[in-house]
């Protein structure tokens, strides 16, 4: 079965400054995605970003990127000038290329961000 | 703009008072699911249509019951809802045949169980 491991629970941030959260994940399968959500307080959880394993090229959204190293099988956000809209639980998750799109989220990490 | 709408946003329930919550989209995505997230947790998975096709995880309990009547709406039954039922019910959505197969998740409806 596959997993998905977020091993910080909290982080924080400056305002203005970069945050890398972190994500390691276990698969036996060749062909599957990689995603970030942000869910804020209390508010609906939305895609940041998503990496198909099959591309070498990491990805990249406006402020936020991740470092997919796949042998390593690690899959880190990046978040560059940090605003206090980003202010959210993270929630890594992976999808199985067979599994049509069926979600193994970590325990997420709550990102605060200081003024 | 296409959405996946979920209501009502709140729902209070009394303990072992059947309760209905409703998902609707307008993506036309033919696979949706629901979770179940409580306080600070990671949602999880209770079941999933996939088209017609109705697909249970081994640890729902038979409490949670899923009707999906067309493509557009699914509905959450809690049958005799506990204490424990108490959470954030998530409704997302998703197509297959596209990259990625991304999940799009509606707003939420927080249960609270008297």
């Known amino acids: 079965a596959q997993t998905v491991t977020q091993s910080q629970p909290e982080m924080s941030v400056q305002e203005a400054e970069t945050v890398t959260l972190s994500c390691t994940y276990d698969?036996?399968?060749?062909?599957?995605?990689l995603f970030w959500y942000k869910q804020p307080p209390s508010r609906q959880m939305i895609l940041v970003i998503r990496?198909?394993?099959?591309?070498?090229q990491n990805a990249t959204e406006n402020r936020f990127s991740v470092n997919f190293q796949k042998a390593a099988k690690s899959f880190s956000l990046k978040i560059s000038d940090s605003q206090l809209g980003d202010a959210a639980m993270y929630f890594c998750?992976?999808?199985?290329?067979?599994?049509?799109?069926?979600?193994?989220f970590g325990q997420g990490t709550i990102l605060t961000v200081h003024p | 703009d296409a959405m996946v709408i979920q209501n009502p946003r709140y729902q209070v329930t009394q303990f072992g008072k059947p309760v209905t919550l409703s998902c609707s989209q307008t993506l036309n995505h033919n696979v949706m699911y629901w979770y179940q997230q409580k306080s600070s947790q990671a949602p999880k998975l209770l079941f999933h249509?996939?088209?017609?096709?109705?697909?249970n995880e081994a640890d729902t309990p038979d409490n949670f019951q899923s009707r999906r009547p067309n493509t557009s709406f699914c509905f959450l039954d809690i049958r005799s809802p506990g204490l424990g039922d108490a959470a954030m019910y998530l409704c997302?959505?998703?197509?297959?045949?596209?990259?990625?197969?991304?999940?799009?998740f509606g707003p939420g409806t927080r249960l609270t169980v008297l």
């Open positions: 698969t036996s399968e060749s062909d599957y995605y």
């Open positions: 249509y996939y088209d017609k096709d109705f697909n």
């Open positions: 990496q198909e394993a099959y591309k070498q």
């Open positions: 997302a959505t998703s197509k297959t045949g596209t990259t990625a197969t991304t999940q799009y």
């Open positions: 998750a992976y999808a199985g290329g067979t599994s049509y799109g069926k979600l193994t």
